[in-house]
């Protein structure tokens, strides 16, 4: 009988994932396209980019150390609200969220820059609140790169493993993910277990990616 | 009470220093200059889309707005400068529909009438679902302007807007600018480098050479009197040359080894003088100004001949679309009111 959990939980964790990396990371990339300092631009962007270079193990180590028993905010909340976050559910998102951001902010901040300033300057010139600007003009505008930006971001939390394992480990109907699945079904020997998984991750992925190929195809059709 | 836009500002750039002081009292005003002169930075400054450093900015009509003065730190957002602005490229949006580009200023559902009554009279009808990329040059162009005038301005900002056009549109559309700008009683500024768009579109005219203000003044004036060599420059004075003073009223050429007489009494600043290409004319071997023709070449155009003497000097002569043979006569002259005294 094959267990469901991983399925559920890996659902779960990627979709709360990527409401929080899709937003955060239009806004950061949103400030940084603004940002006029080019050393402090640069130096965000490195940290803001690290996380797709660096193997997710050396992630995972850095998440431990902050999010860990005895790291800033991990002790915070042992101390503040009795809850422990490494080895719980929620070490899961932290960990996809910072895995996947680079590719949100990315994506999102090259489909920003390609947006003619002179459109931006237009809104303004005609009395558009920067609000306003920002969802109709550069948003809209944008959005075939936000949506790819957030489709590789939502397939990339849902196949984190690494950070995930360093943070969250493999405890079953916790925090076994997808991915993890796969990895203790295949190390115990099970490999029909494994293949059912595997086809799973294949599926959602390329569903993923056609959708992303759909939306932006569209959009830009619309246009022209 | 008189209505007058006032602009008196100062801006590092890189370069240079851009330097711009006047006011505008009525009808159109145009900025000429060379790319990179400071002109378009000018107009982004009235905008409210660039800050200038320091000085003023600010608009009566009936009553006073103070767009930017640096001396009580009043910079008014774009928002809120009521000015309309006609990109190079008209920045229209292109995820908009027509319809949807020309209601964005207005607040929400400010009246549906005003767009519509736009769309009529920008003679848009039929496009009001389109996308931008789906409009000709001609439409889109007026499409931004529906835009602007959609939003009710007090200054319209052009911003060298044929500069990336063929010759036929650009006519075309110019006049259709023409027309579209005498309905409206605000203020014009017009940035180009185009003499030709200056003289058809704007009363008062100011001429800006690497962000200082070299010439002012109503336009014609300008043309007739231009005073320095770099406005004769860009006022379209093809021949110019350096000269050596003889007397009150004679002049050497030194590039092109010729004596002038001069109708107006040469003052010692003068260090050139120009010449424009329409201005030569066949002549006798003993009248006033005359010089020889030897070795010139002549090149056709549709409805003029150039013709290049050997010491370099250009004549334009106009001339129909039919005939192909042109004799350059032996001697050309100058009639002496007709050059131009000119200071560095």
Known sequence: MMDWS????????????????????????W???KMKNDTIKIVLDGIFT??????????????????????PIGSFFIDFFAFKIAFSWPATVIAAVVMSFPLMYRSSRGAFEQVDSNLLDAG?????????????????????????????????????????????????DQTRTLPMAVYSEVAAGNM?????????????????IFIMDFVSLRKEKQWK | MDKSLKVNIQKKLKEFDLKVDFELKRGCLGILGPSGCGKSMTLKSVAGIVNPDKG??????????????????????????NVGYLFQNYALFPNMTVEENVACGLSKGSDEKRVSEMI?????EGLEKRYPRQLSGGQQQRVALARILAYGPDVILLDEPFSAMDAFLKEQLRLELVRMLDDFDGFSILVTHDRDEVFQFCDDLIILDKGKVIAQGPTHEVFENPGK???????????ISRVEIIDDYHVKSIDWGVEFEVSEKISSGITHIGIRAHDFSAAGKDEVNVFGTNDSSKLEKPFEWEITLANGLWWKVDKKIHEHDFVIPEYLKVDPENIILLEE
């Not at chain 1, 991983?6 to 990371?25: D, E, H, N, R």
């Not at chain 2, 003023?56 to 003065?69: G, P, V």
């Open chain 1, 6 to 29: 991983p399925i559920f939980i890996s659902m779960k964790t990627a979709s709360v994932s990527i409401l929080i990396t899709f937003f955060v990371g239009l806004i950061v990339a």
């Open chain 1, 31 to 33: 400030g940084i396209v």
């Open chain 1, 50 to 71: 690290l996380p797709i270079v660096l193997p997710p193990t050396v992630v995972g180590f850095f998440l431990l150390y902050i999010f860990g028993v005895r790291g």
């Open chain 1, 124 to 172: 303004r010139t005609l009395g558009m609140s920067e609000w306003k600007i920002f969802w109709k003009i550069l948003f809209a505008n944008a959005l075939p790169g936000i949506i790819s930006g957030g489709i590789l971001a939502y397939a990339r939390g849902l196949g984190e493993f690494g950070a995930t394992a360093m943070l969250a480990g493999n405890i079953a």
């Open chain 1, 192 to 208: 029909g277990d494994a293949f059912n998984y595997v086809i799973f991750i294949v599926i959602i992925a390329f569903i993923a």
């Open chain 2, 56 to 81: 003023i900015i600010s608009l009566k009509t009936n009553e006073e707005t103070t767009y930017f003065d640096s001396d009580n730190k009043i910079n008014l957002k774009p928002q809120k400068r």
């Open chain 2, 120 to 124: 009529r009279r920008f003679h848009l």
């Open chain 2, 229 to 239: 060599v770099q406005v004769a420059r860009l006022t379209g004075c093809k021949n």
